[in-house]
Every structure is written in structure tokens, then in C-alpha cells.
């Protein structure tokens, strides 16, 4: 099923929980580990899906990839595969992305951070995660804003070599906000 499903039902998966909890936790941050940890008590497996980094992957496609990797050397090594008990089956979902225009404009650096402390979570949240693994270019659009239309190369690598995986989306806001004001300088 991994295999055929669409990219947005790996998006879910693997993203849902950055957007849903505004914090780091300490749980495996995609639901496929989750699973397979707690239903199938795969505590070998689990740990392996789990330390897939997403920031490695620039598309969902090699996400998706990455993931069926791990599975299926896992199937090769395995005898006898635990199935789930009946009514414990992974049941996919996918994620619906709703995109409105704000009423927030930036021209150069100086309006990007003011607006930048004024823009919701869910709008950082969808510049920096999910605009980099939908756009083709394995980069976020901050970056690729900065790069094409301000000239910005240096600060757009900077801000696009980050992880976001590894901060709070107020964390990233203010990282964002701290390096961008360097730069102003």
C-alpha cells in the first residue's frame, strides 16, 4: 500500500505531528514507527523508521523511498513478519492542504521579519515544511523568495540548510527572525 498511496498520505504520516503539537516530543515522529512499535511490537523496526531524518529527503517521493527501504530490508531479514491483530490495522490518511492569501506583503528583508512576527504557526508551518517537500526544489520558499527575487543566495543556503525538524515552530520563527536581522546589520 505505501507503494501506491498518494504523497499526501506520506506527508501526513511523517508531518501531522509537527503542526498538531507546537512542541518537541519525545514520541517517533511518524506514525508508520508508531505502529509498528505499538502494534506490532517491532521494537527493532520501529527505532529504524523512526531515526529516518526528513530533512534528508528533498521530495516526498524519496521520502517515500527512504521509508520503503527500511521496511523492506526489515521483511527480507524476518522469518516469520507479525501481522496486526484484527481491528489494530494501519488505517492511512492523508492531509488536505487549505492555502489562503494573508493580507501580509514583504518587499525586502525588513517587512519579511516584521511580518514574519506577526504571521499564525500554520503559515510558517506551511512555508518552511510543506512548501519544501511539494515544490520540486527541496528547499523552503523563504529561501527560494530570498534567492530569486531579493538576490539573497548566501542568507536563502543559510535558512535552507537549517532543519526545522529540530525546533519548536516559535523556535524556528525566532531563529528566522535572529539570523535575518544579522544579515539587515
Not at 511518524?30 to 520501529?46: K, Y
Not at 492542504?97 to 506551511?126: K, N, Q, T
Not at 529561501?143 to 536563502?156: Q, V
Request: charged share 30%.
Amino acid at each position: 500500500m505505501l507503494r501506491e498511496v498518494p504523497d499526501s498520505v506520506i506527508y501526513y504520516h511523517t508531518h501531522h505531528f509537527i503542526e498538531e503539537h507546537h512542541y518537541l516530543i519525545p514520541e517517533p515522529p511518524n506514525d508508520f514507527a508508531v505502529w509498528v512499535r505499538n502494534t506490532l511490537g517491532d521494537e527493532v523496526l520501529s527505532e529504524r523508521l523512526a531515526s529516518i531524518d526528513t530533512f534528508d529527503f528533498p521530495t516526498l517521493e524519496s521520502l517515500r523511498e527512504g521509508i520503503l527501504s527500511v521496511m523492506e530490508e526489515s521483511l527480507v531479514s524476518k522469518r516469520d513478519p507479525r501481522d496486526a491483530p484484527e481491528g489494530r490495522e494501519f488505517h492511512f490518511a492523508k492531509s488536505v492542504s487549505v492555502i489562503l492569501s494573508l493580507p501580509y506583503v514583504a518587499y525586502d528583508l525588513r517587512e519579511f521579519v516584521e511580518v514574519l512576527r506577526e504571521v499564525s504557526r500554520g503559515c510558517l508551518y506551511f512555508h518552511i515544511f510543506e512548501s519544501r517537500l511539494m515544490n520540486g526544489q527541496g528547499m523552503n520558499d523563504f529561501s527560494i523568495w530570498m534567492r530569486d527575487t531579493l538576490g539573497e543566495a548566501e542568507l536563502a543556503e543559510k535558512i535552507s540548510h537549517l532543519d526545522p525538524y529540530n525546533y519548536t515552530l516559535e523556535g524556528l520563527r525566532s531563529l528566522l527572525i535572529q539570523i535575518i536581522e544579522e544579515r539587515i546589520k
